[in-house]
């Protein structure tokens, strides 16, 4: 089990730029999920997949955003025309449905986006 | 909605005594879980404890418990003989269903 990978750890871009991330979750999980996180605040819900299908999606998802997680593996997050708004923290995490863990999700390190 | 709440942004605690974080939560569900999460400098959310609703017996790992007050939807962390590495963002977090949300966090200091 070598937990939920996310890639690039960072990534700075100038405002307008398409940026793409990552994310390989837990092999057997089933769930996945992407949050933002800014400095000093808690972690803000994106999106949800459980499998390949993307279940919500949070009002926070603006249309510049989007992201899709093909054959229910890994899961890319897209932000077209990104903006200085956009600067985060973004969070992957996966769980399991009905395993013993109890809807625990782990996150992975993070992918920090700074716009320029 | 269910909505998370951390009243305490920041605290301090003595290495090696005692510290509790509080955390509130709304709730119309019965069923559901609760979370801490520990969030250091190098910013992955790492899982300090876990509790399930129906369980009346509250949570406990090492020196990390909780106090479970299910009426009046309070979910406590208590961390004994507090150690230098225990320094972070502490995140209360509520999972019904498949959403889990967190609190704005408490930041925690230990002084050495």
């Not at chain 2, 400098?41 to 406990?60: C, D, F, G, H, W």
């Not at chain 2, 962390?77 to 509520?94: E, H, P, R, T, V």
Request: glycine share 8%; with cysteine; hydrophobic share 30%.
């Amino acid at each position: 089990d070598t937990g939920v990978s996310q890639n690039p750890r960072h990534k700075i871009t100038k405002r307008g730029q398409n940026v793409t991330f990552r994310c390989d979750p837990i092999s057997e999980h089933n769930r996945l999920y992407w949050y933002r996180q800014t400095l000093g605040q808690g972690p803000e819900f994106l999106t949800y997949f459980q499998n390949e299908a993307q279940l919500e999606k949070s009002r926070l998802l603006s249309d510049r955003f989007s992201a899709e997680r093909p054959k229910g593996s890994f899961s890319t997050l897209e932000i077209q025309r990104t903006e200085q708004g956009d600067s985060a923290m973004y969070l992957c995490a996966s769980s399991l449905l009905g395993g013993s863990s109890g809807n625990t999700i782990y996150f992975g390190e993070g992918s920090w986006l700074t716009v320029v | 909605a269910q909505t998370v709440t951390q009243s305490q942004p920041e605290m301090s605690v003595q290495e090696a005594e005692t510290v509790t974080l509080s955390c509130t939560y709304d709730t119309s569900e019965s069923d559901y879980y609760l979370f801490w999460y520990k969030q250091p400098p190098s910013r992955q959310m790492i899982l300090v404890i876990r509790q399930e609703a129906y369980k009346q017996q509250n949570a406990t790992e090492n020196r990390f418990s909780v106090n479970f007050q299910k009426a009046a939807k309070s979910f406590s962390l208590k961390i004994s003989d507090s150690q230098l590495g225990d320094a972070a963002m502490y995140f209360c977090a509520y999972t019904g269903g498949f959403k889990t949300i967190f609190g704005a966090g408490t930041r925690l200091f230990v002084k050495a």
